[in-house]
C-alpha cells in the first residue's frame, strides 16, 4: 500500500473559520463573520491523496478543485452562493491541477477506479468532473442531505460539483464497530480501507483508515482541519449550530481515543499548514509511505506539540499574524516555529 499526498491548490479563508468556534463564530454570528470579515483570511492547502491498493487499483481520497473555480468562479457558482463566496477565494497553479498531480506520479484521471469523498464541499469535490469512469463512494447521510440548506437558504453543497458522476456508492457503516467507533465500514472487505463516521463539518462526514505495513493512516478531511484541532477543548472550527458543534467533538474524541488503542496510528489532515504538514506529512509521503525514522519523528513532534488529554500549552494556540501591509491575507503561528 502507498499513499501520495496530492497538493490541488489553495483556498483562502477566515481565520475564524478555522479557529474561532470558541470565540464568537457560532451560529448566525458565525455566518455574520464569514461574509463580513475581510481583514483576517489565511491560505491553507487543499490536499488530496492517491492510495495505490494491491488489489483494487488506485484510489483517490477527495479531488480538491478544478480550473473553472479557481478562474471562472463567478460564471461558475449560481444563486446566492454567488454573493457568499469572494470570487478569489481559491487558487491553483497549473501543476496543481488533478490531471497534472497524477501525471508526476505516472498514471492519469482514466486511471482512477474508486472515489472516497470525506464530505461533498466544494474543496473536496471539484475535480469530479475528470473523473467520470470511476466509482464514487460517499456516506449514505452525505447523500441524504445533500440538498440540505444551511439556515433555510444556503445550499450546503452545490449540485453541478458533482451531477454529473454515475456511479456512486453509498456507505451506511454496515461492518459493525472499529475500536472507538461504534461502526465503520470495511470498504474493500480485506481491512486495508476502513471507513469512520466522523460528523460534524456536515452530517454525513467521513474518514478513511489505510492499513499500511505496521502502522496506519488516517485521513480525516476537514473534521480536523489542522492536528492541533485534535485539542477540542481548546481550539475549534466554525460553529453553525449547537448540534453540528457537539457532533464534531464527539468525532474528534473518538479520533483521539482511536490513537490511544492503535499507538502506530497517524493523522493526515488535508488542510495543515504548519510543519507537521510541510516538514512530516508531505515530505514522508511523497515516496508513498513512512520509513521507521519517519514514524519516529511524527510521534516526537505530537508528543512535543501535545500535553496530557491532547491539550495545547498556551504558546502553541494558533494565533492570526497580520500579512505585511498591502497583502490580502496574513498566516497563522506555527508551534514549531516560536
Known amino acids: 500500500m502507498k499513499l501520495h499526498p496530492l497538493l490541488l491548490g489553495r483556498t483562502k479563508v477566515p481565520f475564524g473559520q478555522f479557529y474561532g468556534g470558541l470565540c464568537g463564530w457560532e451560529g448566525l454570528g458565525a455566518l455574520f463573520h464569514f461574509i463580513t470579515d475581510k481583514k483576517h483570511f489565511i491560505w491553507v492547502p487543499i490536499h488530496g491523496y492517491l492510495l495505490e491498493h494491491p488489489k483494487e487499483g488506485l484510489v483517490l481520497v477527495d479531488t480538491g478543485i478544478c480550473q473553472e473555480q479557481v478562474h471562472q468562479h463567478r460564471a461558475y457558482y449560481h444563486g446566492i452562493l454567488r454573493f457568499i463566496l469572494d470570487d478569489d477565494e481559491y487558487a491553483q497553479e497549473p501543476e496543481e491541477a488533478l490531471p497534472q498531480q497524477l501525471k508526476r506520479l505516472g498514471c492519469s484521471c482514466d486511471d482512477i477506479r474508486t472515489v472516497i469523498l470525506t464530505h461533498l464541499h466544494e474543496d473536496h469535490v471539484g475535480a469530479l468532473r475528470d473523473l467520470k469512469k470511476a466509482k464514487v463512494v460517499v456516506s449514505q447521510t452525505e ?6 440548506k444551511l439556515f433555510g437558504f444556503i445550499p450546503m453543497f452545490y449540485e453541478p460539483s458533482y451531477g454529473m458522476i454515475e456511479q456512486w456508492e453509498k456507505v451506511a457503516f454496515d461492518s459493525g464497530a472499529f475500536h472507538s467507533f461504534d ?3 470495511d470498504l474493500f472487505r480485506d481491512g486495508s480501507v476502513m471507513l469512520l463516521p466522523t460528523p460534524g463539518h456536515t452530517p454525513g462526514h467521513l474518514s478513511a483508515v489505510v492499513e499500511m505495513d505496521g502502522y496506519q493512516l488516517l485521513v480525516t478531511g476537514d473534521c480536523l482541519y489542522t492536528l492541533r484541532h485534535l485539542a477540542a477543548k481548546q481550539v475549534q472550527a466554525v460553529r453553525f449550530d449547537k448540534k453540528s458543534g457537539a457532533e464534531q467533538v464527539d468525532s474528534i474524541g473518538r479520533i483521539a481515543r482511536l490513537k490511544k488503542l492503535l499507538p502506530g496510528l497517524f493523522l493526515v489532515p488535508g488542510h495543515d499548514h504548519t510543519d507537521y504538514q510541510w516538514k512530516h506529512l508531505v515530505p514522508g509521503l511523497a515516496k508513498g509511505w513512512f520509513t521507521e525514522d519517519e514514524r519516529k519523528a511524527l510521534a516526537d513532534y ?3 506539540l501535545f500535553g496530557d488529554n491532547w491539550t495545547l500549552g ?25
Open 302 to 304: 505530537e508528543s512535543r
Open 143 to 148: 447523500w441524504n442531505v445533500r440538498r440540505m
Open 183 to 185: 461502526r465503520s465500514q
Open 314 to 338: 498556551a504558546d502553541d494556540l494558533p494565533r492570526f499574524v497580520r500579512g505585511p501591509a498591502g497583502a490580502n491575507a496574513g498566516t497563522v503561528s506555527d508551534p514549531m516555529q516560536k
